[in-house]
C-alpha cells in the first residue's frame, strides 16, 4: 500500500516557467513533509519542508504548500531553471512516540526537465 | 566535510553470495537508515537504527540483515542475495528522524547492486 503517491512520472517545463510537483498521501497521522532532489549517480538532498500546522512555506524559489483536508502537498519552483532538472520525491513522516517515529516514506518520485 | 559515505559504489554478484555494503557517517548522528531504489516505487526503507544497538525494520526488510555496533556505522548484509535484490541502495544519516524534530536526512551516494 503506497501511502505516499506522486502520480507523474514526469514532468516537462520551459525555462523561466513555474514547476509544480504534486504529491498525495493517505496516512492522516502523517505531520511532517518534504521534498528531496536527486541528481543522476548522486544520493536525494533536502531541499524543503513543512510541518502539518502550516499550509505554505518558502524557500527562494521553492515553496511547498500543504492541503491537509485533501491529503496534498505540492512544490512549486518559480522560475524554472535548467539546473533543476532532476527527481524530486516527496516524503512524510509521523511525529515522534508513535508507532511510525524513525519511518520516513517516500513516493515514486517525479522526473523535471526544464528546457533551455 | 560532512558526508555520509558508502562502498562499493557498484556491485556485482551472484545469487547466494553473501555480501555486505559499509556505511560511514561522519556527522556523530544518531539515525541511519537503509533504502532501496526501484523504479516506479521510489525509495523504500529497509532497515534504520535510532542509535547504538538499537535497529528496527523498515517496509522491505526481508533478506536482509543490519547491526550498529558503533555509532559511525551501520553495515547492510545480504546473507543469500537474489535477483529482486538488484537495486539502488542509499544509506542515509540524521541527529533525529520524522517528527517534531524534523532534522533532514543526509544521503550517500548510492551503491548500485546487481545480483545474477
Known amino acids: 500500500d503506497q501511502q505516499v503517491k506522486q502520480n507523474s512520472p514526469s514532468l516537462s517545463v520551459q525555462e523561466g516557467r513555474i514547476s509544480i510537483l504534486n504529491c498525495d498521501y493517505t496516512?492522516?497521522?502523517?505531520?511532517?513533509f518534504l521534498w528531496y532532489k536527486k541528481y543522476p549517480a548522486e544520493g536525494p538532498t533536502f531541499l524543503i519542508s513543512i510541518s502539518s500546522i502550516k499550509d505554505k512555506n518558502e524557500d527562494g524559489r521553492f515553496t511547498v504548500f500543504l492541503n491537509k483536508s485533501a491529503k496534498h502537498l505540492s512544490l512549486h519552483i518559480v522560475p524554472s531553471q535548467p539546473g533543476d532538472s532532476a527527481v524530486y520525491f516527496c516524503?512524510?513522516?509521523?511525529?515522534?512516540?508513535?508507532?511510525?517515529?524513525?519511518?520516513?516514506?517516500f513516493g515514486q518520485g517525479t522526473i523535471l526537465t526544464v528546457h533551455p | 566535510e560532512a558526508q555520509v559515505t558508502q562502498n562499493p559504489r557498484y556491485l556485482i554478484t551472484v545469487t547466494g553470495k553473501k555480501l555486505t555494503v559499509t556505511c560511514s557517517q561522519n556527522?556523530?548522528?544518531?539515525?541511519m537508515s537503509w533504502y532501496r531504489q526501484d523504479p516506479g516505487l521510489g525509495l523504500r526503507q529497509i532497515y534504520y537504527s535510532m542509535n547504538v544497538e538499537v535497529t528496527d525494520k523498515g517496509d522491505v526488510p526481508e533478506g536482509y540483515k543490519v547491526s550498529r555496533k558503533e555509532k559511525r556505522n551501520f553495515p547492510l548484509i545480504l546473507e543469500s542475495p537474489s535477483p529482486n535484490q538488484t537495486s539502488l541502495y542509499f544509506c542515509?544519516?540524521?541527529?533525529?528522524?520524522?517528527?517534531?524534530?524534523?532534522?533532514?536526512?543526509?544521503f550517500g551516494s548510492g551503491t548500485q547492486l546487481s545480483v545474477l
Open positions: 542515509a544519516s540524521s541527529l533525529y528522524p520524522g517528527g517534531r524534530y524534523n532534522e533532514k536526512l543526509f
Open positions: 496516512n492522516s497521522m502523517f505531520d511532517y
Open positions: 556527522m556523530n548522528h544518531e539515525y
Open positions: 516524503a512524510a513522516s509521523a511525529d515522534a512516540g508513535g508507532t511510525s517515529y524513525g519511518k520516513l516514506t
